[in-house]
Every structure is written in C-alpha cells, then in structure tokens.
C-alpha cells in the first residue's frame, strides 16, 4: 500500500482555497483570512487517508470505509452490512477483498440523510460488484444529505488488492456491504469499524 497524508481529491479543494487565503491575508482582510484558514484545515482534515494494516488472511472481508455499523439486514440469500460515515470520519472507500472488480454501476436517486434506511434503496449510489477466491462481495458508495459527489477510481476489469483504496464520498456519507448468506458476520449494530482493518465477516476458504 502507499503512504499518503491525504486523498488526492483534496488538492481539488486546498488549491484554491489556499490562493484565497494567502490573497485575503495580502489584502488585510482579517477576519476572511481566518475564515478560509478554517476551510483549509478542515478540507485537509477530512481528506487524511491514513496507512492501514491490512490482513492477509484470505479468510477475512475487511470494512470498506470508517464509520458507524447501523444495520445489519437480510435481503433474500444475501446479507446487507451498513455504514455511516460523518464528517469526521476518513472517507477514502478500500475494497473489502482481493479480486477482480467485474461490475461498476452508477444510480442516480435522491439526497436522504445517509444514516436513514431508506437511503440504501432511494439514494444516488455508485455500486461495485467485485469477485473474490471464493467469494463475490457487493460494495455500494452512497451519496447522503450533504454528501453529492462519489468518486471511484476503478473500472470493471481492474484487479484490486484487500484494503486497496478505489474511491471515496465527498463530506458525509454511507457505505453498504453485501455479502453472501455463507458469510459469518462479525460486527453488530453501533460497531465503530475503519477501513480496511477492521473485520466485517469470515467465509471458509476452499483448498
């Protein structure tokens, strides 16, 4: 993995605000000048993609994304593992197993508060569908409230490594999981989980 202080992304962000900022300062605007000191801060904040430690255990599915567990829910052979992700957590999305992403859809929907139910299913959400040795994982990146920017930097056919960063959502938002019934799920309800190191679930590896 590689080492980074922050997303990418965030230079989309810290540049001009940064110019602002040193243009507010020139010009003698005080209060404006610690005003955009504040958003610089802030955007470098919740931009940080910290180093994780990955396990190497094929027999591990990881969190996707840092956040807060708030349902955990069966849907038909399938289960659904949701994560609610504030403004203060880190938003950089990793995959949950090593395999090859064989499906990228984008949904368009509405803007509900991503910690609400309902936003599963009526939200704007960019879906992956990667397949693992052994088993095949659904990791769906939901846009929220505030959130109405995804990002995801990988394309059906890209091989990706367990914790690898493929995308994040811009200031709040929800990550669902869906693993296959077989899957034995290792977090509950109010779980504070971070991506790529904590463990959501463990399947049983084939020889």
């Given at each position: 993995?590689?080492?980074?202080?922050?997303?990418?992304?965030?230079?989309?962000?810290?540049?001009?605000?940064?110019?602002?900022?040193?243009?507010?300062?020139?010009?003698?605007?005080?209060?404006?000048?610690?005003?955009?000191?504040?958003?610089?801060?802030?955007?470098?904040?919740?931009?940080?993609?910290?180093?994780?430690?990955?396990?190497?255990?094929?027999?591990?599915?990881?969190?996707?994304?840092?956040?807060?567990?708030?349902?955990i829910e069966r849907e038909g052979d399938t289960n659904r593992v949701s994560i609610f992700l504030?403004?203060?957590?880190?938003?950089?999305?990793?995959s949950p197993v090593a395999g090859e992403v064989v499906d990228v859809r984008y949904h368009r929907?509405?803007?509900?508060?991503?910690?609400?139910?309902?936003?599963?299913?009526?939200?704007?959400?960019?879906?992956?569908?990667?397949?693992?040795?052994?088993?095949?994982?659904?990791?769906?990146?939901?846009?929220?409230?505030?959130?109405?920017?995804?990002?995801?930097?990988?394309?059906?056919?890209?091989?990706?490594?367990?914790?690898?960063?493929?995308?994040?959502?811009?200031?709040?938002?929800?990550?669902?999981?869906?693993?296959?019934?077989?899957?034995?799920?290792?977090?509950?309800?109010?779980?504070?989980?971070?991506?790529?190191?904590?463990?959501i679930g463990t399947f049983k590896v084939l020889p």
């Amino acid at each position: 993995m590689s080492t980074r202080p922050m997303a990418r992304d965030a230079f989309l962000f810290l540049i001009p605000l940064f110019a602002a900022t040193v243009t507010a300062l020139w010009l003698g605007w005080m209060t404006i000048t610690v005003i955009l000191t504040g958003l610089v801060l802030f955007v470098a904040f919740f931009f940080r993609d910290p180093q994780r430690a990955i396990s190497t255990d094929p027999s591990i599915i990881v969190s996707p994304a840092d956040g807060r567990v708030v349902s955990i829910e069966r849907e038909g052979d399938t289960n659904r593992v949701s994560i609610f992700l504030s403004i203060f957590n880190v938003h950089v999305n990793r995959s949950p197993v090593a395999g090859e992403v064989v499906d990228v859809r984008y949904h368009r929907g509405r803007f509900r508060a991503a910690f609400s139910h309902l936003a599963s299913v009526e939200n704007e959400k960019n879906t992956l569908t990667i397949a693992g040795d052994g088993v095949t994982v659904v990791c769906s990146q939901i846009a929220g409230l505030i959130a109405r920017r995804i990002v995801c930097w990988k394309d059906a056919g890209h091989r990706v490594e367990k914790g690898e960063r493929f995308g994040l959502i811009r200031f709040g938002s929800r990550v669902d999981l869906t693993l296959p019934q077989d899957v034995t799920i290792a977090v509950r309800v109010g779980d504070r989980v971070r991506g790529g190191s904590s463990t959501i679930g463990t399947f049983k590896v084939l020889p």
